[in-house]
C-alpha cells in the first residue's frame, strides 16, 4: 500500500484542453499545479535535508533550524539551517549556513507575460 500523494484528476491534460490554451483559468491552474507539486517534492526535499543536517552535526556542527526562513511567501520553497555561535564581542554569528531551494515550473502554452500577471495576481491573493 502506497502512502504518496496524489496530483489527481484536477490537472489532468483534460482540465487543462477544457480551461483552453492561454486562457488565464488554465494559467491558474498551472500556477496551482506548482504548488501542489512544490507541496509533495518538499516533504521528500525535508527528509533528505534534515538527515543531510544531522550527519553534519555528527561531525561537530550545530546546525538548527532557520526559523526566520519559514512561512516567508517571498521566499522559493525550501528548508534553510543555522549554525550560529557568538563571537568573542558577544555578537551572533552564522558560521554556516546550509541551505535546500525548490524551483517548481507548470506552465500551459502561455505567454511569459500572462504567467507572469496570473502569478502576481494569485501572490496578493486577487480572484482569478
Do not use: W
Not at 14 to 35: H, N, W, Y
Not at 43 to 63: D, F
Not at 66 to 79: A, H, K, S, T, V
Not at 95 to 101: S, V
Amino acid at each position: 500500500m502506497t502512502t504518496d500523494k496524489r496530483i489527481g484528476d484536477r490537472f489532468s491534460a483534460r482540465e487543462f484542453a477544457r480551461l483552453g490554451v492561454d486562457s488565464e483559468a488554465a494559467a491558474i491552474l498551472a500556477l496551482e499545479l506548482e504548488q501542489a507539486v512544490g507541496e509533495q517534492i518538499f516533504v521528500k526535499l525535508k527528509e533528505a535535508a534534515e538527515s543531510i543536517v544531522r550527519q553534519l552535526n555528527e561531525q561537530g556542527h550545530a546546525l538548527a533550524l532557520d526559523e526566520e526562513q519559514i512561512g516567508d511567501p517571498l521566499l522559493p520553497i525550501g528548508i534553510s539551517f543555522r549554525d550560529e555561535a557568538a563571537d568573542a564581542s558577544g555578537v551572533a554569528r552564522c558560521k554556516l549556513r546550509l541551505a535546500f531551494d525548490l524551483t517548481v515550473s507548470a506552465g500551459y502554452a502561455h505567454l511569459s507575460d500572462d504567467l507572469e500577471d496570473a502569478r502576481e495576481r494569485m501572490s496578493r491573493g486577487a480572484p482569478s
